[in-house]
């Protein structure tokens, strides 16, 4: 192909639909035929990103290797597709309009009134542009957040209509609307429908394909009136049906022929038929589990679907690997202490304390390590819960009195967890903690070089303090193992527990990495020793 093809993907009557999924699912049926395939997100909010958003307001926030804290949708983007997504990858209005400030304090717009046509939209097209110009793919898939008629949308379909009109068939849209399901009609609704279309419309913009999210089946009738109120034709409107689960839908969009349709209108021929084999044997696995385990998530958001995504779902991926079914059961950590623990956590094949920010919980957290260590059960600490793990350790086994991190207490006279030296004087709190990638050396004879097979290794982070190397002497002598070091800053990564059936903590978030085509190896094993221990528990 010799230029990118652009395809837009808008949402209308609520949010939360599964614009995302959608955007991954034909991205893996282009992907499947043979084109390479990014999506990207465009999120209307003013924030530069999430990284400073409460989960309360917004779910998980997703770091890419670059360092970008993100939508959690490019978590879907990346363990759909198996690639890495970046910076480019997820725009905000606060980016938009802060590149556009920042070019004319510099003059760059030589005096001319700065508007949201054409200055706005022209950034907003250019950050659009900005992967199809790299030549690497043949896709651009851009999602575009919130609902049409949404006032912080506007720029962003105005660029769209923009868009259509420069290039044409290498341009198309699809929106994602509901038909609602009417119980005491007994009938599906296709009204909302043609109002957010009627929208879109008065926008500028005519949706190619309109995918129709309901909870019942479309009769030939319904399509066909969808088509006739909203100018498109029979062929493009797709049924989208809630599913099992969101890694059914690909298989759902390849029975309506969604990429077949994209393809058609965007004139492009395909190679071969979309071949997913691989995807049909994850599914097979999935679908059809030997054995279960019940795995224990404390942390303090757990009431909050999307706060732990990128955990929920290596724990399927490792699950299917497996060909076991993980019951993740969400424990809020506040409701944990000495008294209740046991009745909390009773009956769990394994514990993850899930990584997280500030004081509120921490000590519901701290008791449900102690809980997993002296009952030798599987444990997981992830970022925040590696820290608990180390002054759980440093508390209980090293006698140290009130050690803690110096986040949750500046005065401890055990800061076993301060500060890394770099973020001592960084005042601000966005996109200023260690963000992406880094390396780490993995030592030799150890629980984490086991699951690894490999001496370096590299994951992403998202913290401000660290392990404090004062007490390093300390924690070894006493039986605690640092696995895992980045050397180029005398950091540690990995810390476990031998004699203990599977106690790992690590300062960064592999759930990042996971994906459908390569679970992460941590979810993978620690999935496998909470089977062993419930089969242990059985016998």
């Known amino acids: 192909m010799p230029s990118s093809k652009y395809v837009f993907v808008t949402g209308g009557v609520a949010s939360s639909l599964g614009k995302g999924i959608i955007s991954a699912s034909l991205a893996k049926l282009l992907q499947a035929r043979g084109f390479s395939v990014t999506i990207q997100k465009l999120d209307p909010y003013i924030n530069i990103d999430p990284g400073t958003l409460n989960p309360y307001e917004h779910g998980e926030c997703f770091v890419t290797d670059d360092g970008a804290e993100t939508d959690l949708d490019l978590g879907h983007y990346e363990r759909y597709l198996n690639i890495t997504t970046s910076q480019a990858n997820n725009v905000t209005t606060g980016r938009i309009y802060q590149s556009v400030i920042d070019k004319e304090r510099r003059g760059d717009y030589l005096g001319e009134t700065v508007q949201v046509i054409p200055h706005i939209t022209d950034e907003i097209k250019r950050r659009i542009k900005l992967l199809g110009n790299t030549g690497a793919y043949d896709f651009v898939i851009t999602e575009i957040g919130g609902t049409v008629g949404d006032i912080e949308s506007l720029p962003y379909i105005e ?51 309109i995918v129709c999210r309901t909870e019942k089946h479309l009769n030939e009738g319904m399509r066909n009136k969808i088509a006739l109120f909203c100018n498109v034709d029979p062929t493009a409107v797709i049924e989208s049906i809630d599913a099992r689960s969101i890694y059914e839908v690909p298989m759902l969009m390849r029975e309506e022929k969604l990429d077949v349709e994209v393809l058609e209108k965007m004139r492009v021929k395909s190679p071969h038929a979309p071949d997913l084999a691989k995807w049909e044997k994850f599914l097979h ?255």
């Open 159 to 209: 660029a769209v209509r923009q868009m259509r009109w420069e290039i044409g068939t290498d341009c198309l849209v699809i929106h994602l609307t509901l038909v609602p399901y009417l119980a005491a009609a007994g009938e599906l609704k296709t009204k909302p429908t043609q109002h957010s279309v009627k929208t879109l419309l008065e926008q500028g913009v005519q949706p190619d394909i």
């Open 285 to 539: 696995r999935l679908n059809n589990p030997k054995g279960q385990v019940t795995i224990g998530l404390i942390g303090k958001y757990v009431e909050l679907k999307d706060a732990y995504k990128s955990i929920n779902e290596a724990f399927v991926h490792a699950g299917a690997v497996n060909e076991c079914k993980v019951l993740v059961k969400s424990v809020h950590s506040e409701s944990i202490n000495p008294e209740t623990v046991n009745e909390a956590l009773a009956g769990l094949d394994g514990i993850l304390v899930a990584p997280g920010f500030g004081s509120r919980g921490i000590e519901g957290k701290i008791e449900a390590i102690r809980f997993a260590r002296v009952n030798k059960i599987p444990f997981l600490g992830i970022c925040l819960g590696m820290q608990c793990a180390v002054i759980e350790f440093g508390r209980n086994v090293l006698k140290l009195e009130h050690a803690n991190s110096t986040e949750m207490d500046p005065e401890t006279p055990h800061p076993v967890i301060d500060i890394m030296e770099a973020q001592k004087k960084i005042s601000n709190k966005g996109g200023t903690m260690r963000l992406g990638a880094y390396p780490c050396t993995i030592q030799p004879d150890t629980r984490a070089r086991e699951v690894y097979e490999t001496s370096e290794i590299r994951e992403r982070h998202r913290h401000r303090y660290e392990f404090n190397n004062h007490y390093l002497d300390q924690y070894r002598n006493a039986g605690m193992v640092t696995s895992g070091i980045n050397r180029q800053d005398d950091l540690v990564e990995i810390i476990e527990l031998p004699g203990h059936p599977w106690f790992v903590g690590i300062q960064f978030h592999p759930e990042y990495k996971s994906t459908v085509a390569n679970p992460h190896p941590l979810f993978v094993h620690f999935v496998k020793a909470a089977s062993l221990f419930n089969q242990r528990k059985t016998e």
